[in-house]
Structures are given as C-alpha cells and as structure tokens.
C-alpha cells in the first residue's frame, strides 16, 4: 500500500537526515571546510522534503508516524552511534543514499500504477536529489580517475 511505503520513506528521511546532521557536526580532516558545508547542505536539503511526505501520507487518508519509536522500527537507514572517520562517514552515506534511491524508485512505479501521478512526480523528484548525491559522494571518495 502506497502509504505504507510512505511512511517508511519518512521515517528513512528522517533518519537520513539526523544522521547527516551527526557526520556534519562531528567529521574532521584536512577538507574539514568542504566536508562540514556538504553534510549542512545534505541534511538539510533531505529534511525539507519531511513535510511533504507526511502530507502526502495524509493526502492517501493515513497518520503519519511521528515519534523516534516508530521511525527506528520503519526506517531502512541504520543508525550510527560511533563517530567514523570521515572517509567512512562518506562511505556510509554513499550506501545510504543508495537504500533511498532503490526505495524512491521502487515507490514510483507503486505510486504510477496507483495512478496518484503528483506521489510519482514527487518521487522523481527525489531520485533526482539522490542521485546527484550519490554523484557527489562517489567523487568525494574516488581515489583514482580509471
């Protein structure tokens, strides 16, 4: 059901974007600068999608979650409590952002055949900001041109 797939899609979001916030406040290394200003855009660019979301849950007749409880038992990002160095944290974040491409694509094609076409616009959307993330973090980690 679409709003089931919603509602993981912002407890994952969320968790998304708390993690991003925890890797811009805690990451260090000689591209501190670089590092700290692309994890600020990356939280903050992912949780202002939060409340559309949650809008759309409520759009399809649904309550949307709203407390760390259920986000933890919806969400498919896991939670970091470590602090990894930074070409981990990047790594992860690659990952990360991977799960949510495969997620925002996967509820495309739902919302598509749901035939609910501003969710399916809205998920394209998303796969847009994910991949150009996931572009960014590659030549962030990209030790070698091939």
């Given at each position: 059901?679409l709003s089931?797939?919603?509602?993981i899609?912002?407890?994952?979001?969320e968790?998304?974007?708390?993690?991003?916030?925890?890797?811009?406040?805690n990451?260090?290394?000689s591209?501190f600068?670089?590092?700290?200003?692309?994890y600020e855009?990356?939280?903050?660019?992912s949780?202002?999608?939060v409340d559309?979301?949650?809008?759309y849950?409520r759009?399809?007749?649904?309550?949307?979650?709203?407390s760390?409880?259920?986000y933890?038992?919806?969400?498919?990002?896991?939670?970091?409590?470590l602090?990894?160095?930074?070409?981990l944290?990047f790594?992860?974040?690659y990952?990360?952002i991977?799960k949510?491409?495969?997620?925002v694509?996967?509820?495309?094609?739902i919302?598509?055949e749901?035939?609910?076409?501003g969710?399916a616009?809205?998920?394209?959307?998303?796969?847009?900001f994910?991949g150009?993330?996931a572009w960014?973090?590659?030549?962030i980690?990209k030790?070698?041109?091939?």
């Amino acid at each position: 059901m679409l709003s089931d797939d919603l509602k993981i899609l912002l407890a994952s979001t969320e968790a998304f974007s708390l993690k991003s916030r925890n890797f811009h406040w805690n990451i260090e290394g000689s591209d501190f600068p670089q590092y700290h200003a692309f994890y600020e855009s990356l939280y903050t660019e992912s949780y202002e999608t939060v409340d559309k979301i949650a809008e759309y849950i409520r759009v399809l007749g649904s309550y949307a979650p709203a407390s760390l409880t259920r986000y933890a038992e919806l969400s498919i990002i896991e939670d970091q409590t470590l602090i990894p160095r930074a070409e981990l944290m990047f790594t992860e974040t690659y990952v990360d952002i991977q799960k949510m491409i495969e997620l925002v694509v996967a509820m495309f094609d739902i919302a598509t055949e749901e035939r609910q076409q501003g969710i399916a616009n809205f998920m394209a959307e998303l796969q847009d900001f994910y991949g150009k993330k996931a572009w960014m973090v590659r030549s962030i980690l990209k030790k070698e041109r091939e």
